[in-house]
């Protein structure tokens, strides 16, 4: 039973076993392909999660999940907003009121409620996850999706989903509540379900001079004021009668700091927050490990069924994570082919198999925390990138809309190809441009048939914009606060260089807009000097734009084939 040895405490050769096992199952249904071993294995992980779902929901109390359902999704529609734009900055600034009232919120103690916990935790934590894999699961999902509409894919992947995940938590985190709210009401001195915060919420400070054991527990128990007395009492009866051993003579400051090594035992904690029977459980007492089957094992005789069908579950689970990350790796080391090689599968699901077992033996559950912070830290860059990606996705639907013509003419180089392309004379033109832009800027404004005198303010004005840029940023290391002064300068180059870049644009109607502009000039100055330049030293323009050749149907079915073609890759 997993409340006498939690999940970490397991030694490192039987957690290696179950890595290989997991990794044996998603070998195979890898190399058996998406249409049959990954398809399958996902059709029964889900069917084991429906049962698990709907067995809580009939063996609990289903009137009260339906309210409680039908109240979630008006409580998510009417906050979704709010908390989607709540970043707790007020809190963050950790400043508090002399007049005000101290609600706990404002306080950057390090406890568990500290608004910047909070934050990094549970907000940036997980948007960093999820967007770290999105590369996986977005090119996963896109291939299991080829051929179906717009409306059916976000039906699919938000909609529906959305609607699970609402009647997912809704029934397993309505059946907690009500176990917690249950153990809490009928919390007694006996048995009063206690739970105990952390060592570090005593203070020593007020309770140094005192030696009475009840006394001391009051600072590590739970703020269930109402039961904080029975859980004190509880402790040290027990205490008392020598429960805890031959520390049970302790006083003071050892006897709690005894008490409390005590409680880090999986197992005692587990006795001090379940009932006898296991009917009743207050689930927050319990390790997170603990809290799943603590849960089933409330629903009687059919605790241990539940129990097996939910670690069943958890490998599948898994399992089906592993597989399709393991087919998006194969697909991507192949080149784009949908159809990798099965020995390329095999080596890429052992590859992962091995990474575990090797971070593992390493460093144990540290090297596998320290991977994992490593992988959300690759959601900022990833961010970005979803950035252009939603820009690209905007432009291909009004491409196949025919809002924006696609065989129009185009810059003859990338934002990004300097980074992306072996090309010498590119990487020496990109070089050029880091010191010469202002040059660059100036020469094309004339081009574009601007006065001398603008073309030299243009110069003059960009050249000190960036010079300044540079200084200031210097400057900081004597000057602190001129690195503002420095970057205010920057975007101003950045607005210059993107106001001329609008206006080649707007020359050769190639399709875009000021905010790409901007962002294009800020990100990769030296890339937009020489997309400018190239578009305007030809005779007429167009000589150095890249152009495709129209359509020779007249009514626009192959534009329409060719931008469906492109969505779906």
Known sequence: WSADVGASDLPVTTQVIIIWVITAIATISVVTGVGAGVRRLSEICFGVGMFLMMSTFFLEDSWYLLNLYVQTIGYYFQTIVKLGFRTDAFELLNITSAQGEDRGRSYTDGEYDAPETWMNGWTIFYWGWWISWSPFVGMFIAKISRGRTIRQFINGTLTAPMIYSLLWLTIFGGSAMYHEKAATAAATTANPYCCVYSYSAINWDKVSNLDKLDTLLKDVVSPDYHNRTSCTLLFRDRWVKGDYGERSELTGKEAVEAFMEFYKIPSNQYKMAVSEDRATARLSCLQNDDQWFALMFTKGKLGVFLSIISLFGIVLYFVTSADSGSLVIDIMAANGDQNP?????????????????????????????????????????????????????????????????????????????????????????????IFIAPYTMARTVSMLGASRASSVAIGVTGTTLLVSWITLLLVELEVQGAFAISWCCYLSFAFLLAAIRCSVRGQWEINGNFVEDFFASMIMYPSSCIQIYTAMEGKDGRSTLMTDPKPSVSNGSEMKSVVKNVLAV
């Open 341 to 433: 090689p099965r020995a390329q599968r095999i080596f890429w699901a052992f590859s992962e198999g091995a990474a575990a077992t090797a971070l593992l033996w390493a460093g144990g559950n540290d090297a596998l925390i320290a991977l994992q912070t490593a992988s959300v830290m690759t959601g900022l860059p990833y961010a970005m990138l979803m950035s252009f990606v939603c820009m690209a996705l905007w432009r291909g639907l009004a491409m196949e809309f025919g809002d924006l013509n696609p065989y129009g003419c185009d810059f003859k180089i990338g934002i990004i190809d300097p980074l992306t392309t072996v090309d010498v004379a590119l990487w020496t033109d990109f070089g050029k441009q």
